[in-house]
């Protein structure tokens, strides 16, 4: 593409409201453009870079044995009514009326519409399991968008919907989606994890997100240094061999800590280790309240503790309650002396604790030398603690590590949620009508364009990888009104493009500053400089990753190039 | 592709409220899946032929030097109160609030947005011309959404806009286009006219519509049986030599016509041609009333005389008013010693008549032997008439037919309507500002499909051209319980995907009838039988179109198989 024939709008300035990288190279380097808050053009070489996603995202779902289709964005309000998510998806659905009145969403995702498709056209187990997707714009009201690309209203997104009749079936799919978004992902260039994540109220069971690692993401993951575990923090399970004090017991003792609470408080006035500290708080557990003990340096997870249980609700005690109950606040809750009727869950941690300190449910005061077993009893010991770095992975390879992620992916086992509340059933090999059994898989292809740029980039632009990059090279003369370089420079262009190098010419009047700066900015990965050796037959090619330069004879530059991609 | 892992709803039954071909056969066959009136699902067959049909389209937008982009559905209402569509687009704009209240239109056509954002990255005459290009699902609240895809909702367009300096630069680019456009619809396999169209309301100078010839098609076209000559009826230019009758002059005479109003009526009572009858009606004007005066076998075109008058405005003149004028009702009207106020226009068909038939201005008369210029004077002679079949071609080259049409795409010179409601403007080599001269060119992609459907089919279902099959060859081993047919089926489909064909692979345990009935249904070019000579190596290739089958041997088959693509 002659570069005098697109649109490549770039900016000097930086644009006040961006606040990450990606966002702002990707409007500095005239990729996008916003329209409305959260709504944005892609411009050609954004569409170009898109494109080169969505071929990837196609090959792997070729792959993976998914058919592609494309379904409309306006639904049906009668659709969603039918699933519940028309009452229940609130303001981030958008909703609009046709000229007769009637209702419509603009689709954020396609259950709905595509449970309805397959129970009408797949009524018989013969034709199951089947995995169907496309790659179409969403909309999403987001109440703040934010980051560009990351968090829009209107977005790219490709989704896939299988169906089956069985269970290991469905778990067949959901391990070929696992292998295909790995694979989509490395061929993306992106570093990234798949997170084990919550079903959160959907209700399906297995889940997990493919998270690009960046400080910018908006979710914690703990991973392990030396295997592919990973999980959002909230997910992950401790997995520790909490090794006994070999210290001997000592008799438990009151001490006064007067106006000594919190944690770091009490470890300070009595310079013991806040791993020697147990942490005592009341919870209200499906309406009773139980005693809920953790090491004073780790953190609490309600979630573990929700599911430990098996309860229904979990919510903390307040201060009045937490008075009523043991007549003590907040800061002096403990374990030992209690009213028989309070039950304990502690954290596996607290179990080899040893000459421990806790509070005294007695204001300004906290015991020392507490042994659990011998000063108190717990009911249930399990994992309800939040994992922290340096645990040993859950895996039991390596030590865990946290990072922020952007979710650029998410597999989903579904099972029958939407086919009940649709009726969406079909005929077993006796006649005999049941649900589908469902999953679903989903990736951001505009947030996966923002991911790239958001981890490829430096102080003077973009750094494509080379399957996403818009064009391969960058084909600039640095005077288009010298003969030679301009002549040189369209003859590259005609044979680099004969060997199928996508190549971009530059082929403006502009000053040669602008067009290196503008050259960067937009970061294809190989630039070609015709320049005053034009006529000597020797050219210049500059990696745009490492800025490594060379001059090359033209004759040699095909082979040179061909080289630098097989590395690249 | 194998079938049993893709989505191919055949229905045996004809869809009650399908009135036309493609829209039965489409929905028949599989292709797609109505959700709300005129919204439908593209499934996987739609979605093969319609990524074909978007190929071919990007590779002539590309060589006509298009860029490509895509720019967001959700469009802000402030850009469409700029242009002034917002107020006069009616309810055909879909619209629609986000959570704050903010409204918006989901786009049917994107001037605004490509205007303001060339307007922001293209402030320079240096880097114009420019053409921009997207495909994109649009929005279009018809009132009587119908035909399936050829009047829909939801609808996949491309739309091309382009920027200049000069006219003469927006005739190069429009040239470019129309040349594009007949490309497309050429390799699209269909038979279409490049028509010339009304520019209408919206203040363009050039257009031409690109229409499917097609019984079914709602707009009606004269053409050229030896040219390239077509043009909407409306706009058809008559280009005739009126030969003067031989006929000596006789004297003019009044007879009587009791009863006898029509031009049917008259010329079977008097026994002369509707050819020699001159037909006269009263018109309003710019508020004066003129009489219009065409040949009795002619009709008239109402927006012909509203050009050759210049006029703002033209209307038929009611009965009382036309009493008032000529003291006679609308039958009886002619324009013989009629008052001086009152101006005559005349077809130049009138000019030639000799010896005619008028009305005499006085109920249950007409006169006879009527000759122009001698009994009435006329102000202006000129073309004012509808084209009829039998007419000589306005180019000079052959004779007039007529056919009807479906639209399938739209060139427009747009000039600066856009770009002057918007202020979107350019700096020229002198720092002054100009309003762009804009250029739009819109295909309905979609409709294209459904037009390539309407015109490709036969009784027993879809016959789809090699450019837009889904896939090149359907591949029906006829019996899958029979080791011999499914091994070879299974090889024959892995080395003919090899050659690059693309394959449909009937893998499906069906009876033998169903496979055949289903493959004529769905139409691919070729279909290639595995049957119960598979072990002697032997399978059958048919010709869908022309329902040719031979026996081939397997070693022969990849030849037979290339000669019949290079032929079909």
């Given at each position: 593409m002659r570069q005098s024939m697109t649109l490549i709008p770039t900016l000097r300035e930086l644009p006040s409201d961006a606040e990450i990288k990606s966002h702002q190279l990707l409007l500095r380097a005239g990729f996008i453009k916003q329209i409305a808050s959260g709504v944005y053009s892609y411009l050609p070489l954004a569409k170009k870079a898109l494109d080169n996603i969505e071929q990837i995202v196609r090959e792997e779902m070729e792959k993976a044995g998914a058919a592609e289709l494309l379904l409309p964005a306006l639904q049906p309000a009668e659709l969603w009514q039918d699933s519940g998510r028309w009452y229940t998806y609130g303001d981030e659905l958008m909703r609009m009326h046709d000229r007769h009145d009637r209702s419509f969403a603009l689709g954020p995702t396609h259950e709905e519409v595509i449970t309805s498709i397959v129970s009408d056209g797949v009524p018989s187990y013969k034709r199951l399991p089947i995995t169907l997707y496309q790659i179409q714009t969403k909309f999403r009201d987001e109440k703040r968008p934010r980051f560009g690309l990351l968090r829009g209203r209107e977005f790219i997104m490709k989704d896939a919907y299988s169906f089956h009749t069985s269970e290991e079936s469905l778990d067949d799919v959901y391990l070929k989606m696992y292998q295909a978004y790995t694979n989509i992902f490395t061929r993306c260039g992106l570093d990234f994890r798949a997170v084990l994540a919550d079903s959160g109220a959907i209700g399906g069971k297995d889940t997990q997100e493919f998270m690009v690692l960046s400080e910018i993401g908006e979710d914690t993951i703990a991973y392990s240094d030396s295997s592919s575990y990973a999980a959002n923090i909230e997910m992950a399970e401790v997995n520790c061999d909490y090794e006994k004090s070999a210290e001997l017991e000592k008799e438990l003792t009151k001490v006064d800590t007067p106006g000594q609470k919190t944690i770091a408080e009490v470890s300070d006035f009595l310079d013991v280790q806040a791993s020697n500290i147990i942490k005592s708080l009341v919870m209200i557990v499906d309406e009773e309240p139980v005693m809920v003990l953790v090491r004073g340096d780790h953190e609490l997870n309600d979630i573990k503790v929700k599911n430990a249980l098996d309860a229904d609700s979990v919510e903390f005690a307040d201060e009045d309650h937490t008075k009523e109950l043991l007549n003590c606040s907040f800061g002096s809750i403990g374990p030992v002396n209690l009213p028989s009727s309070l039950k304990i869950i502690a954290d596996k941690a607290v179990e080899s604790m040893m000459n421990a300190v806790c509070g005294a449910n007695d204001d300004d005061c906290h015991y020392v030398n507490v042994v659990p077993g011998r000063d108190f009893q717990v009911e249930t010991y399990a994992d309800i603690r939040f994992i922290q770095e340096g645990d040993p992975s859950p895996d039991g390879k390596g030590t865990i590590r946290f990072a922020r992620g952007i979710e650029v992916g998410h597999i989903f086992k579904l099972g029958t949620t939407y086919s009940e509340a649709m009726s969406a059933k079909y005929l077993d090999e006796n006649g005999k009508s049941h649900p589908y059994i469902m999953g679903c898989y989903g990736i951001g292809v505009s947030r996966t364009l923002a991911a790239v740029a958001e981890q490829f980039n430096d102080e003077n632009g973009l750094i494509w990888p080379t399957n996403i990059a818009p064009y391969d090279i960058h084909l600039?003369?640095?005077?288009?009104?010298?003969a030679a370089q301009e002549e040189l420079a369209e003859r590259l262009y005609n044979e680099l493009k004969g060997h199928r190098f996508n190549v971009l010419l530059d082929d403006r009047n502009e000053r040669p500053g602008v067009k290196f700066k503008d050259s960067d900015l937009i970061g294809m990965p190989v630039r070609v400089t015709v320049g005053k050796k034009a006529a000597e037959g020797i050219v210049e090619v500059k990696i745009r990753k490492t800025g490594e330069m060379q001059e090359v004879k033209v004759e040699q530059l095909l082979d040179v190039l061909t080289n630098i991609f097989k590395e690249l």
């Open positions: 600039i003369p640095v005077n288009m009104k010298d």
